[in-house]
C-alpha cells in the first residue's frame, strides 16, 4: 500500500522537433524545480510527520487510542506537555540492540542468501531480475529475495516462539515507543547519507536531480537509484524491508500482548492479521513485478521513502492491531465474514487488475482478457536520449472499467482493516483516509507524467475509459 504512498511534470518533458511541433519524451522521477506550493508541502512533512507518528503511538500507549486524549489533557490543565513526554519511555541500550540486530539480519538475508524460492515455488518470479530502463538508460539489475526473506524471518520467529522462547513474542509492543525513536534515526541517517552521497559519489550521475533547494532535494531525493556495490539498492531494500517484512510480525506481537493482557486473541485481531499478512506475501511474491511500479520507476530516494518506510510505514500502516491492544473488539459472526469478505473482494481486484495489465504486456497483447482478445490505444513517446518507443495501453477487463481500479481494490482491503476495529475510536481509520489521499494523489500525477509523456495519445485513453477509481463517480 503503499507503500506507500512527490513528482511534478518535469521542465524537460518535451523535445522541439523539426516542424516546431513539441514532441512527449518519456521523462521519469520527480520535479527539476520546486514551486512555492511543493516546497510548503515539503517543509510541513519535515516538521510535523515525524510529530504525528509520535502523537498517535502516544496516544495509544496513554490514552487508550483516543485521538483527543492528549491534547484535552493538556487543555483542561490535568497534564502538562513534559508530563506527557515524561510518560513515555526514551530511547533505550535493549530497544537500540534489538533493532540493530533485526535491521542487520535483514540486510545478511537481502545481500548474503540468494533465492531459492523460484527453483521450486510454481509461478514465482524470483532470483536476478531486470528492472525498468531509468532516465539515463541503464537497466539495473536485482537481487529479487523478499519472499525468501520473509518465510526465513517468520520460521524463525514461530521457531522462537513455540520451541526455543530467546524472546517473548511480545517483544516489539513491549518496546514500541523506543524502537520508535530507533526508526527514526535510521531513517534520518539513510536520508542524509544518500543526499551526501548523491553530491560527492553518485551512482549514476545522468539519474540525478538537483533543484537548487535543499529542503526539497532532502525530502524528495537526489539519486534515481542509490547503491552501495552491484547490489545493495537502498530503494529496493527500504521500500520492502525491513518494514514491510517487520509489518507481520508487528501484527503478530500485538496478538501475542492481547493474549498476555485479556487470555484470549480476538477475531478482530485474527481478521486484522490474516487480510493484512495476505497482502505482505502478495508484495513479496509479486516484488519482481514491483520493480516496474512507480515506486521504483518514478521516485527518486530521499527522506520522503527513507524515514517513510523506517518509520511511517511500520508505526502507522500497523494502527488496528496496536488499537486492538488496547480497544479488544469481538465482532458478531456476520459482521467478522463481512469484514473479510470484503477485504478478500478488494484484495482480488486489486491483484487480478494488476495480473491483467502484466499479462497484457508480456502477450504484447496476444492473450484473452475476459474471455476476449483485449483492445488498446497504441501510444508513442520519445525517451531522452533521443529514441522512439511505442506502448499500448489496455482499454477491456478491469481496466476498461476505471484507469485505476487497482487502487480502488487497494481502498475496499484498506477499509477492511479499519472496519475490523469498530466505530468507537477515530484513530483506527487514519489508515482508510490516508490511503485515499495518497492514492488518489498518485493517480493525479501518475496521469500527469502519461499526459505528458504520450500527449495527444493520453487523450484518447481517457476518452476511452473516462474515470478513475470509481466509474461514474471519479
Wanted: proline residues 4%; glycine residues 8%; hydrophobic residues 45%.
Amino acid at each position: 500500500m503503499g507503500d506507500r504512498r512527490k513528482m511534478n511534470a518535469s521542465k524537460g518533458d518535451h523535445k522541439k522537433i523539426g516542424n516546431g511541433e513539441k514532441e512527449n519524451l518519456g521523462q521519469w522521477g520527480r520535479a527539476w524545480e520546486v514551486d512555492w506550493f511543493s516546497l510548503a508541502s515539503v517543509i510541513f512533512l519535515l516538521m510535523f510527520a515525524p510529530l504525528i507518528v509520535y502523537y498517535f503511538i502516544m496516544a495509544c500507549d496513554q490514552y487508550q487510542c483516543a485521538l483527543t486524549g492528549p491534547i484535552l489533557d493538556i487543555y483542561t490543565g490535568t497534564s502538562q506537555l513534559s508530563d506527557i513526554w515524561n510518560k513515555t519511555p526514551l530511547l533505550n541500550w535493549r530497544a537500540a540492540n534489538i533493532y540493530i540486530a533485526w535491521v542487520s539480519f535483514q540486510v545478511f538475508l537481502y545481500m548474503l542468501i540468494p533465492d531459492i524460492c523460484h527453483k521450486f515455488l510454481p509461478g514465482y518470479v524470483g532470483g536476478v531480475q531486470e528492472g525498468a530502463r531509468t532516465p539515463a538508460g541503464i537497466i539495473n539489475k536485482y537481487e529479487i529475495n523478499g519472499l525468501q526473506a520473509w518465510i526465513i524471518t517468520h520460521i524463525l520467529w514461530f521457531a522462537n516462539a513455540y520451541y526455543f522462547h530467546w524472546f517473548s513474542p511480545t517483544i516489539i509492543i513491549d518496546n514500541w515507543i523506543p524502537l520508535l525513536w530507533c526508526a527514526n534515526i535510521l531513517g534520518y541517517a539513510v536520508s542524509t547519507f544518500v543526499l551526501i552521497k548523491a553530491y560527492l559519489f553518485p551512482t549514476n550521475a545522468n539519474d540525478c536531480k538537483f533543484t537548487g533547494n535543499f529542503f526539497y532535494n532532502y525530502m524528495m531525493g537526489i539519486e534515481f537509484n542509490p547503491r552501495i556495490g552491484k547490489w545493495f539498492d537502498f530503494k529496493l531494500f527500504f521500500n520492502g524491508r525491513p518494514g514491510i517484512i517487520a509489518w507481520t510480525l508487528i501484527n503478530l506481537s500485538y496478538a501475542a500482548k492481547q493474549q498476555e493482557l485479556y487470555g484470549q486473541v480476538t477475531n478482530s485481531m485474527i481478521l486484522v492479521n490474516v487480510l493484512q499478512a495476505v497482502y505482505v506475501v502478495d508484495f513479496f511474491w509479486n516484488e519482481a513485478w514491483y520493480l516496474k511500479t512507480i515506486d521504483i520507476c518514478h521516485d527518486h530516494f530521499g527522506w520522503y521513502l527513507g524515514w517513510g518506510d523506517c518509520v511511517w510505514l511500520p508505526y502507522l500502516y500497523t494502527l488496528q492491531g496496536l488499537y486492538l491492544v488496547y480497544n479488544p473488539v469481538q465482532l458478531s459472526t456476520t459482521a467478522a465474514v463481512g469484514v473479510l469478505l470484503l477485504g478478500l473482494i478488494g484484495y482480488y481486484i486489486f491483484r487480478m487488475t494488476n495480473h491483467q495489465k502484466d499479462l497484457f504486456r508480456h502477450t504484447n497483447g496476444n492473450c484473452k482478457i475476459w474471455g476476449k482478445k483485449p483492445k488498446y490505444i497504441e501510444c508513442s513517446y520519445t525517451s531522452v536520449d533521443g529514441k522512439r518507443h511505442y506502448s499500448k495501453l489496455m482499454i477491456s477487463g478491469f481496466w476498461g472499467v476505471a484507469r485505476h481500479l487497482n487502487y480502488t481494490g487497494d481502498l475496499m482491503g484498506s477499509l477492511a482493516y479499519c472496519l475490523t476495529c469498530g466505530f468507537d475510536h477515530l484513530l483506527p481509520y487514519f489508515y482508510i483516509l490516508y490511503m485515499t489521499i495518497l492514492l488518489v494523489h498518485r493517480c493525479i500525477r501518475d496521469e500527469h507524467r502519461c499526459s505528458s509523456k504520450y500527449g495527444k495519445d493520453w487523450r484518447l485513453y481517457t476518452d476511452a475509459v473516462p474515470h478513475r477509481l470509481l466509474p461514474g463517480i471519479f
